[in-house]
């Protein structure tokens, strides 16, 4: 006897228990991939991990009474290879979350009945056109629950059969059954094809679910001087002379980066139509070119979603032809960033709407234009320090460090370690709401100029603090956040010269040549007017000075 006189008992009562199956968990099983996680234990129970206790425990409540009651006779041979059990007592040891059922049942078995679990793996892999269902009609959501409802009942009748043909009360059980049948559906059902009609019921929700406009920001992965959105290639030998920055392939664009290797930030914008305009203020590279899309949803080159996260940003899920607008800057510094706009629309020659890196023409084939050194250059570095979210950074000239204190609010005889004062914040964070953040300054004094610094804070913006901190001489601050909040401030003799966004707010001294319509490096443009409008700016060294002595001011 062997497999064969097996499939009967399989067979009569197969249908039974699909039946039982919800369409919910049963589709989730049906679309089943594993996370590839590393796990303790067997495979079936590093597939019972990944499977988690939700869907594990509604599975068990479903059919549940079932089991209880279901019998499925097998052959004696095929289970003679699992090692019988040689004690009468044992004990089972667990720390830390308690376990499901389903968990705790199964990590029994396997330490009780070595190799009973990788055999119902065995057999239901033999048995698999048992559960074949080529024919399944219906939604996405529909064929995977009829693939996975039908896969799931096959493991738990045969794990039925063989746990119970042990004759112990521990492998009779129907959690460990519905474990066990559970931990080899989600080994099984990776490995076996979806039913026919499943691919085109796929696409027929993608496209379902492809709402327009729609707008994305992502990282994506560059690959030596590249990035790509293809429907599954990887191009090679790509062509940039024609217009410096983004060509067409068979089956998707590449876009030509200024950073070598790592990785981009971009924004995608996914419209019905052309956009009503052309944005050309912040971008030095601006052009549009057409690309055939021979099924649709070309994937963004990028890293292999972590479990969990959220899939791959994908093009349009129709075939035909569409533009895309590419938007770049930064290219000449490595500090690439990307606005991809995309629409459907019949194929046209590419337009270069704006050229003005030196990378775009030295790839074009054109004299390059002189490097340009913006007037805030030199103060970029506040971009990738410590201060990138949020601070108010305040210059004063006209008052000793010991003055300055005071007027924030300080007490100049009371420092504090930064390091250890920020640290218990943070583990106070847990406690009641007023707990767990610190307004600190901390401060250098360079000749006759005092630099103070608020992490996260914003004294230093504040009216009535910026005009007494100028009574004897000049005061400037800049305080800007993640919300967006940006506001450059300064005084003199007491008096208030200007408060607010350079951009939007007339009268700001000294920032002529300072493009503040242009929201790239604003903190930058920001300490530049303050270095003009005092005499002396604030450095990365200064910062690094700071840091170094340890010593900050609490303000109340």
Sequence with gaps: MGITDFEPFVSAVLADVVALVPKEPAARLGRWEPKGHQ?????????????????????????????????????????????????????????????????QAVAIVEQVHVGAS???????????????????VGDEAEIAAQHGAAHFALAVVVSTAVLRSFGTAVAAETPAIIGVALGATAIVVPTVPKPLGYAAAVLAKRRAEYLLPRTASMSATVTDHRFWITEGSTPANVDFAGNGLVAAVEDGVVIRTGVAEGHVQLSVHVLTGPPDEIDLTIWDEVVEISWTAPEGGAVLHADTPNYGHRQRWTSPPWPGDYRLRVHVTGRDDAE??????????????????????RLGHRLRGEQEPSRMVRPEA????????????AATITVVRGLTQDEVVSTFGGDPTAPVPIRATVQRAALERHGPPHYGYVALLTLLTVDDVVLAVEENGFQGADRDTLTALSRNGKAASLYWNVNANFQLSLAERGELVFAGHPGRDPGAPHIDDLDFDDFRHYN??????????????????????????DQAYILE
Excluded: N
């Excluded at 960033?337 to 890196?357: G, R």
């Excluded at 506040?382 to 979210?389: A, D, F, G, M, T």
């Excluded at 930058?524 to 002595?549: E, P």
């Design 118 to 136: 990788d055999l119902v793996v065995s057999l239901v892999e033999a048995l698999l056109d048992k559960a074949a269902v080529p024919d399944a």
């Design 378 to 389: 030199e103060y970029r570095w506040i971009e990738k320090s410590s201060l990138c979210e």
């Design 336 to 357: 690439d960033s990307y606005h991809l706009v995309m629409w459907q629309a019949p194929a046209a020659p590419e337009v270069v709407h704006k050229k003005t890196d």
């Design 39 to 103: 796990h303790h234990g067997t495979r079936v129970q590093a597939a019972l991990d990944e499977i988690g206790d939700v869907l594990a425990e509604r599975l068990l409540g479903a059919l549940e009474l079932t089991v209880d009651r279901l019998a499925v006779d097998i052959p004696h041979d095929l289970v003679t290879g699992v090692a019988r059990p040689t004690v009468t007592r044992f004990g089972l040891l667990t720390t830390g979350v308690e376990q499901s059922a389903t968990k």
């Design 524 to 549: 930058a443009k920001g300490l530049t007017a303050i270095a003009r409008f005092v005499g002396r700016g604030m450095t990365a060294d200064d910062l690094s000075a700071i840091y170094a002595a």
